[in-house]
């Protein structure tokens, strides 16, 4: 099979992508509007971009050519909590994508529970086991829809204690859900060790 992206309608390209690219992280992001309203949703096309210093990419689509409300918050007031969304908060975490109007609170729509964040105005979800504050650095348009593209500093890192050790996150204990196509989810249990070659 050869396939030329140029053939593809958006939705044959999108469902390619989708159920190619995977496993894909899951950033369950936390907004407010200019009112302080609160909005949490998920976005899997993200990634992290450089690590000094930490910053992530958050690729947000358009709704019938409508920003979405996350995309509307972190232009109006540049800050957003990126949680990465454990096994145990997977209903939860995919119950705060559907499209609910602007303005209504997915945390309590959800039965989440906000807690203050340390440095940013958007609270993070007291369910998740990792939280990153961030501020938005810049805002681009991508694609023909088009996509609305951020790339977001980390500011503070919140890590559940029972998940951190010496520097790093403890796997299995954070069980990080990840999506694959449709609705397809999985989790990080089967994990192989492959060490590499020192040459020099
Ligand atoms: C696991 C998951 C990943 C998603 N990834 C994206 C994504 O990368 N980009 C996007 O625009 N929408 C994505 N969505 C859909 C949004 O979450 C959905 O449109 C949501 O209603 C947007 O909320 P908002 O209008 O409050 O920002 C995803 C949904 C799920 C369940």
């Known amino acids: 099979m050869e396939i030329d992206p140029k053939s593809l309608k958006n939705n044959e390209s999108y469902k390619l992508l989708c159920s190619l690219l995977i496993p894909r ?39 019938k050519g409508q ?15 990126v949680h990465i969304p454990s096994q145990a908060n997977a209903n939860a975490m995919v119950a705060t994508s559907a499209d609910f109007e602007a303005g209504i609170d997915e945390f309590s729509a959800c039965g989440l529970t906000p807690t203050p964040s340390q440095c940013i105005k958007p609270a993070r979800v007291a369910e998740a086991a990792i ?22 500093e980390v500011l503070h890192f919140y890590i559940d204690d029972k998940i951190y050790t010496d520097g790093k996150i403890d796997t299995l204990g954070l069980d990080a859900c990840g999506r694959l196509g449709g609705d397809e989810y999985c989790t990080t249990t089967n994990i192989i060790q492959i060490a590499r070659r020192v040459l020099k």
């Open 131 to 152: 939280a990153m504050e961030t501020r938005m650095l810049s805002h681009q348009l991508i694609g023909n829809a088009p996509s609305d593209v951020f790339f977001l």
């Open 67 to 81: 920003l979405k409300d996350t995309s509307n918050n972190l232009l109006a007031t540049k800050e957003a909590v």
């Open 25 to 63: 992280p899951i950033a369950w992001v936390s907004t407010i509007n200019s009112e302080g309203k609160p909005n949490l949703a998920p976005f899997s096309f993200f990634g992290a971009v450089t690590s000094a210093p930490p910053t992530l990419m958050l690729s947000v689509g358009r709704r």
